[in-house]
């Protein structure tokens, strides 16, 4: 059975429904990730969807449809541990990751604007990315500048403080590892010293990290579509070539190049 708009008559007799609060209270002490999935009727199998199990509920039915919910196993599945409240509110996770994002970068103006260019750039190039981790690169994209917040600052080092916060919210090491490690974070956590803090989470390599490295270093400080020469530019310009920053990412130009130019090819392979 597929996840998806099928003809047919919702049977919602047939299974007793479930409110979102039982199905929070069902999943809250596994490893667990709800989504919305509508079905033609409400048996509970896996859909085919990476990492579902089997399915809940139903929740609701309507013009033939029976909605239930998949729960996908995060080991296997797409890994956004930490938004499945929301997500049985039937709000996907991006739309989780979007509203966080709204909340604490939104009063910061310019960084707001980067982000949800970023967000876009990310969710373009998801044919880079395996389709199991597609979800996971847009997440990343909308949080990967939550360490600016200023009521998320510890270290004053973006990546490790908005890494942190995710942390104590409960998301995976992957997720948290992606953004602390964003766009070559290990160069400046060099010149800050704060290589230790950093290495608190894990450092990907693959096809996620360099999608969401090329959305942050295509996009600029005010959400414009730059190429990465532009984007080095206007950061040296912005930070002073010999400053914390300029330095780290001037020595980071080859690691992002490097990540940028896998992801062109990666989109060409198709
Ligand atoms: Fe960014």
Redesign the pocket.
């Known amino acids: 059975m597929a996840c998806a708009m099928q003809d047919g008559v919702a049977d919602l007799d047939a299974a007793p429904t479930l409110t979102v609060e039982a199905m929070r209270l069902l999943t809250k002490s596994s490893s667990s990730t709800l989504r919305r999935c509508r079905r033609s009727s409400v048996a509970l199998d896996p859909c085919g969807a990476p990492g579902c199990t089997s399915a809940i509920g139903p929740v609701g039915g309507e013009h033939g449809m029976a909605t239930v919910w998949c729960v996908l196993d995060d080991a296997r599945g797409p890994d956004l541990r930490g938004t499945e409240d929301v997500n049985a509110s039937g709000k996907t996770a991006r739309d989780v990751a979007a509203a966080l994002a709204f909340e604490l970068l939104a009063p910061l103006g310019d960084r707001y604007l ?1 982000t949800v260019k ?1 967000a876009a750039r990310a969710k373009e190039l998801t044919p880079a990315v395996p389709q199991s981790d597609r979800e996971l690169l847009v997440v990343a994209a909308w949080w ?2 939550l360490g600016y917040a200023p009521d998320l600052v510890q270290t004053g080092f973006h990546p490790v403080d908005g890494a942190r916060y995710l942390a104590a919210k409960g998301h995976s090491p992957r997720l948290c590892g992606l953004v602390a490690h964003h766009s070559a974070a290990t160069f400046e956590a060099a010149e800050r010293g704060l290589e230790a803090d950093l290495e608190e989470w894990p450092r990907e390599e693959g096809p996620v990290p360099d999608a969401l490295w090329t959305a ?1 270093m295509t996009t600029g400080p005010r959400g414009e579509e730059l190429d990465y020469s532009e984007r080095l530019a206007e950061i040296l310009a912005r930070y002073d070539s010999d400053s914390i920053v300029g330095r780290a990412m001037s020595q980071a130009q080859p690691s992002i190049q490097a990540a940028i130019d896998r992801t062109s090819s990666r989109l060409r392979a198709g």
Request: net charge negative; hydrophobic share 20%; glycine share 0%.
């Open positions: 980067h970023v990967h500048d942050d």
